[in-house]
């Protein structure tokens, strides 16, 4: 029986990790108000749709900054996330288009009224609704949703003319993922091709806002570390400045450096919220101790149900380790390898021109939201030294 939403349990144990987000998580779900929360700015796509859906997005495998010569003192922060941007915009849908994870963190106080404000409301009256609310944020959220939704409406549009006018030839001209797939799925109806068009705008959309702040974050980050640590920027600069995906893949210095700071500072928070479908049995990696005193190794949703849980297989839960930064299961990050190439990438071109020294204010990290980012003097910012680096 799921918990009443005034009592959670705070999960951590590996164990019983890996079997709510691997082993049982059909019977874990995301809560309703968090579907709601995705779904709404941007429409039904592969962040906000239920198990059976969620596994057909799967399945169908849905889917510069002015640095000058000499020291400066550079705010990288937007840098990182124009570029983050921008790499997913040519990769993902070619040229590209906004980031409301901060605004949409304000607005969390109405959190718990979506779902039923969605299956109450039609969409057109909900959207009459929320346009007569005066409160800035959600005038915000509006703008940007509206935006985002506009300009991927056209990208989708041309692309698919392109395509059908023999303009794009997809297998050799495009390799994203929008051209894939509209290729892919040309020969459907005419009903399918409209629900196509909307799944694609939401999911276009979904991807940029889950590729762009998650790497700037990380990025900056990284970039922090190195201005602190210039014999690390040293090490990395071994590498050739160009390499092709093997090449830089392969790496071991630079693999491990950007693993270790994902896994010490994960850019997203380190939570996730599930919500049980039925009874079950929660397994534990050692005994904990109940709060009548009764040691336990398991967890039962009603404490008379003696289940014993099944001897846990692994004691992995993350995508690789225990590392929980791209979470793990059914739902664990699309962008694990893609945000991790554009990364080291980006550490290659950039090292080689330029080396990054310690920043003289003093840069704290706040979470945003659902994002942590730089932060001085109560503005997101991440002066960081920059010196082009000389030739020899
Ligand atoms: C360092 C960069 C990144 C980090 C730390 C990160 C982290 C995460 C995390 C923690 C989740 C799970 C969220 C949840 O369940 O509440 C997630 C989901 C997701 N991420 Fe990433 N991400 C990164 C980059 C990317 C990139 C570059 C893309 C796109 C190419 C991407 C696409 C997605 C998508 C589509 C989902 C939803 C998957 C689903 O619900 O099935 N992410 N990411």
Request: glycine share 6%.
């Amino acid at each position: 029986m799921p918990l009443p939403k005034d009592r959670q349990l705070y999960v951590f144990d590996p164990v019983a990790l890996h079997s709510i987000l691997l082993k049982d998580q059909d019977l874990y779900e995301e809560p309703p108000e968090l579907m709601s929360v995705k779904s709404l700015p941007f429409g039904t796509g592969i962040l906000s749709t239920d198990r059976d859906e969620h596994a057909c997005f799967a399945r169908d495998g849905l889917i510069a900054p002015n640095l000058r010569t000499g020291p400066k003192a550079v705010d990288l922060f937007p840098v990182f996330g124009r570029l983050a941007l921008e790499l997913i915009g040519r990769t993902g849908i070619q040229p590209c288009a906004s980031c409301c994870d901060p605004t949409m963190h304000e607005l969390s106080l109405f959190m718990p009224f979506l779902p039923l404000i969605v299956k109450i409301l039609f969409p057109s009256f909900r959207r009459f609704m929320i346009n007569l609310v005066p409160l800035p944020p959600l005038r915000r959220l509006c703008n940007l949703v509206d935006t985002t939704h506009t300009e991927t409406a056209q990208l989708v549009a041309e692309r698919k003319a392109a395509i059908q006018s023999g303009e794009l030839y997809v297998k050799e001209d495009a390799k994203d993922i929008m051209s894939l797939l509209i290729s892919v799925k040309s020969n459907m109806s005419a009903g399918d091709a409209i629900h196509l068009a909307d799944e694609l705008v939401a999911s276009t959309a979904m991807i940029i806002f889950a590729a762009t702040d998650t790497t700037s974050g990380a990025l900056s980050r990284i970039f922090h570390i190195l201005a602190l640590h210039p014999e690390v920027q040293d090490k990395i600069l071994a590498a050739p400045e160009h390499l092709d995906h093997d090449a830089l893949v392969a790496l071991p210095y630079l693999d491990a450096f950007v693993r270790e700071v994902l896994r010490l500072f994960p850019p997203v928070s380190p939570g996730v919220s599930r919500e049980t479908s039925e009874d079950t049995v929660l397994p534990l990696s050692t005994s904990i101790v109940g709060v009548d005193g009764t040691p336990m190794s398991t967890i039962t949703a009603e404490r008379w149900m003696h289940g014993k849980a099944e001897a846990a297989t692994t004691k992995t839960c993350g995508i690789y380790g225990n590392m929980m930064t791209f979470i793990g299961g059914g739902r664990s990050c699309i962008g694990v390898q893609f945000s991790q190439l554009e990364m080291k990438a980006v550490l290659c071109v950039f090292l080689h021109a330029f080396t990054f020294s310690a920043p003289e204010s003093s840069i704290k990290w706040r979470m945003t939201g659902a994002i942590q980012g730089p932060n001085v003097d109560g503005q997101p910012r991440l002066p960081i030294r920059i010196e082009r680096r000389k030739v020899e």
